[in-house]
């Protein structure tokens, strides 16, 4: 079992965005996923990529892993905090699978400088409460969590009114995370009237990053920046 760590300061494994003073205003940090064991290839440089050439600023950030909680949480925070001191006028997390947990946990907890101003989560695992991603919530809370870290874990439990706008994708038989994790956040979204978009695919694996040539999921990203564009980011 991992005995809690303290994140860094500034962690080395941050991939800045080109230049390193954001050239627009916003900035998007995405959190690959991995199940807090490793980093999906296919979500972090490919995201980043497609946020270019959409005009924003953007950057990988590899989060701590083989970490238990709030290792993770606490570097996320920091790197908000980070790109923030940058020069970027608003800042976003953008979080696949695991990346989506700890992405949607600092978007839920963040203050201050932490403070995130949206949130896009890509099939995400939401709650440590339900059939959580067995892996992962080994690997974040150890093999018997006490109720208060269950909570504390588990994001439709940290919705509050003050909550940035969320999008969240899913699809409906995402074998590896239940699209009952994206119900979830957003029911809480909803009961707390926080501004989100919640869009399930019948179809597709768990894992599909951009989707290219996954048919109907394949659509999330032109849905994700009109979503952008509404809100001023494009």
Do not use: K
């Not at 941050?14 to 199940?35: F, K, Q």
């Not at 296919?42 to 701590?64: C, I, K």
């Not at 989100?196 to 996954?214: I, K, M, S």
């Amino acid at each position: 079992m991992n005995a809690p760590q303290s994140p860094p300061a500034a962690s080395p494994l941050s991939v800045p965005a080109e230049p390193s003073r954001p050239t627009h205003p916003d900035h998007v940090i995405v959190c690959p996923g991995g199940g807090y064991v490793g980093y999906a290839e296919n979500d972090g440089g490919p995201a980043v990529a497609w946020l270019r050439q959409l005009g924003l600023s953007a950057s990988v950030f590899r989060y701590p892993i083989h970490t238990r909680h709030p290792g993770p949480l606490g570097a996320v925070r920091a790197e908000v905090a980070r790109i923030r001191a940058s020069g970027a006028r608003r800042v976003a997390l953008m979080g696949f699978s695991a990346g989506g947990h700890v992405a949607g946990q600092a978007a839920l907890t963040g203050v201050g400088p932490e403070r995130v101003d949206a949130a896009i989560l890509c099939y995400p695992l939401v709650s440590m409460e339900i059939d959580a991603h067995g892996g992962s919530r080994r690997e974040l809370l150890g093999e018997s969590p006490g109720a208060e870290e269950i909570a504390a874990t588990s994001l439709e439990q940290l919705v509050t009114p003050e909550a940035p706008p969320f999008f969240l994708w899913h699809t409906a038989d995402d074998p590896s995370v239940s699209v009952r994790h994206s119900y979830l956040l957003a029911q809480a979204l909803a009961d707390q009237a926080v501004s989100h978009a919640l869009h399930v695919f019948p179809e597709g694996e768990h894992g599909l990053g951009l989707a290219v040539g996954a048919g109907e999921p394949e659509s999330w990203t032109a849905l994700c920046a009109s979503w952008l564009t509404a809100r001023g980011w494009l």
